[in-house]
T-cell receptor, first 114, second 113 residues
Framework: KAGVTQTPRYLIKTRGQQVTLSCSPI?????VSWYQQTPGQGLQFLFE???????NKGNFPGRFSGRQFSNSRSEMNVSTLELGDSALYLCASSLEASGRETQYFGPGTRLLVL | AQSVTQLDSHVSVSEGTPVLLRCNYSSSYSPSLFWYVQHPNKGLQLLLK??????LVKGINGFEAEFKKSETSFHLTKPSAHMSDAAEYFCVLNSNSGYALNFGKGTSLLVTP
């Protein structure tokens, strides 16, 4: 099976712009989660989607949003970019709804905000 | 509240010597615990997981971890380090209360020849 894929792998944006990142989960996986990784804050949970519904959201401002499509692919959007949004954004997928499920991670999208 | 603490931010070992990466957790629920590894400029790879079955969990690449409820610990070990083990290691907690993973701050493992 193909793993979790994320596009694009690298992005450079300027402050005030918006950006959309895409994630394709492992075939058959219905849960998709997003995480932000920075040197200062480490890995932080953004949100989780299951069957097109956001079930859980981390402590991030409303500029961070996401959605999931009927084929389980997910996108996250960041509006009005700030310098502090520079980070590695990781997507993870899992099979079912259980919190005990293993989450499988994609390679990430590295976003640089100038 | 659920949290995980990795006790060492950096660990350095010589090739061929044992590896010990320490992790303590706090959870009001019966926890699921994971160890992930991240090589430079890569995503996260699962090494092993504990979900209330056997307390000694064997993972990939010769790693194993032991769940000790009395000590609230889940330390990662490997008998003999290899140069390719050099990476960042994350201890992760996933409680029943939600679907978010709680990550430790990470331990950077350096393996010297």
């Amino acid at each position: 099976k193909a793993g979790v894929t994320q596009t694009p792998r690298y992005l450079i944006k300027t402050r005030g712009q918006q950006v959309t990142l895409s994630c394709s989960p492992i075939s058959g996986h219905r849960s998709v989660s997003w995480y932000q990784q920075t040197p200062g804050q480490g890995l932080q949970f953004l949100f989780e989607y299951f069957s097109e519904t956001q079930r859980n959201k981390g402590n991030f401002p409303g500029r961070f949003s996401g959605r999931q499509f009927s084929n389980s692919r997910s996108e996250m959007n960041v509006s009005t970019l700030e310098l502090g949004d520079s980070a590695l954004y990781l997507c993870a997928s899992s099979l079912e709804a259980s919190g005990r499920e293993t989450q499988y991670f994609g390679p990430g999208t590295r976003l640089l905000v100038l | 509240a659920q949290s995980v603490t990795q006790l060492d931010s950096h660990v350095s070992v010589s090739e061929g010597t044992p590896v010990l990466l320490r992790c303590n957790y706090s959870s009001s629920y019966s926890p699921s615990l994971f160890w992930y590894v991240q090589h430079p400029n890569k995503g996260l790879q699962l090494l092993l997981k504990y979900t209330s079955a056997a307390t000694l969990v064997k993972g990939i690449n010769g790693f194993e971890a032991e769940f000790k409820k009395s000590e609230t610990s889940f330390h990662l070990t490997k008998p003999s380090a290899h140069m390719s083990d050099a990476a960042e290691y994350f201890c992760v907690l996933n409680s029943n209360s939600g679907y978010a993973l709680n990550f430790g701050k990470g331990t950077s493992l350096l393996v010297t020849p």
